[in-house]
């Protein structure tokens, strides 16, 4: 046991695999899923989205909270073709053709992650009040939040902002009255290479089930995996949760899974 039972953090997603990947870290927490508002504008760039949408989903949770301490977490997938983005498939003949078009080619996998501390005034309105999902975008698409793995400008970010090698980056977003983090957001980005699949395996893996809830209608920690000839980046990220990113978040607000 650590000292951070008294720092628990609040899983905003109902994903299994995101549960699995956070109890990896053997940090207390509890999950409370609920809806959030998915849309976007047509000119937002895949970073954005992920890192908006994971924010609007611990944002939503907020109200729950009531007068709890801890961190509500956030997080959310999309997988790009070529400019297009795959959701997770209406049914089995758009995961059919998701499929067919990833196969003997690559894409890339964004994953978004959000932290909101709670207490400190925050669960009263504060947060509520002084930062949104839209707010957040206008710094994410600030030139200090440009391509990952190209040097960023600290040019009007001051020190908020936190590259993670070549993979994405993450940053504070707003502060708590006594000039601690409140908000974080940040995101992954990976690519991921399908060798070519005939049609009867694409079919033979739709029966499976396993695509029909995920995005780009595939698992890579399943039989998905089958499919993959190369990952370049996190594989969790891939999975729906990058831990490494995430790991970096939490100890801005003072919680490592390292501390005995």
């Known amino acids: 046991m ?16 995101r549960r699995e990947l956070l109890s990896l870290l053997g940090l207390p927490f509890d999950v409370i899923p609920r809806e959030a508002d998915e849309s976007f504008p047509a000119e937002w760039e895949p970073e954005q989205i992920v890192s908006a949408l994971a924010l609007r989903k611990a944002e939503a949770v907020l109200p729950l ?35 067919t078009a990833l196969q003997g080619r690559s894409h890339k996998v ?25 707010a957040a975008l206008v710094k994410m698409a600030a030139p200090a939040f440009s391509s990952p793995g190209k040097p960023g400008s600290n040019e009007n970010t001051g020190s908020d902002s936190v590259w993670l090698g070549g993979i994405g980056r993450y940053r504070v977003l707003s502060q708590s009255p006594n000039g601690e983090p409140a908000a974080i957001a940040g995101y ?56 490494n990113l995430l790991y ?11 501390k005995a």
């Open 65 to 99: 909270a009531g007068e709890r301490s801890g961190v509500i977490l956030g997080s959310d997938t999309i997988v790009v073709l070529e400019g297009r983005i795959l959701g997770k498939p209406a049914d089995e003949e758009e995961s059919r053709e998701m499929l």
């Open 110 to 134: 964004y994953t978004g992650v959000a932290c909101i501390k709670l207490g400190d005034g925050v669960n009263g309105g504060m947060l509520r009040e002084g930062i949104s999902a839209e």
């Open 248 to 258: 970096r978040m939490l100890l801005e607000f003072g919680i490592n899974p390292l």
């Open 2 to 17: 650590n000292d951070n039972s008294i720092t628990p953090i609040i899983l905003a997603s109902g994903s299994p695999r």
């Open 188 to 243: 992954t980005e990976s690519r991921v290479t399908f060798r070519p699949m005939s049609a009867q395996e694409i079919d033979g893996y739709i029966k499976t089930g396993e695509p029909m809830d995920k995005a780009g209608s595939y698992g890579v920690q399943g039989i998905g995996s089958l499919f993959i000839e190369k990952i370049e980046g996190d594989f969790y990220s891939i999975m729906g949760l990058p831990l």
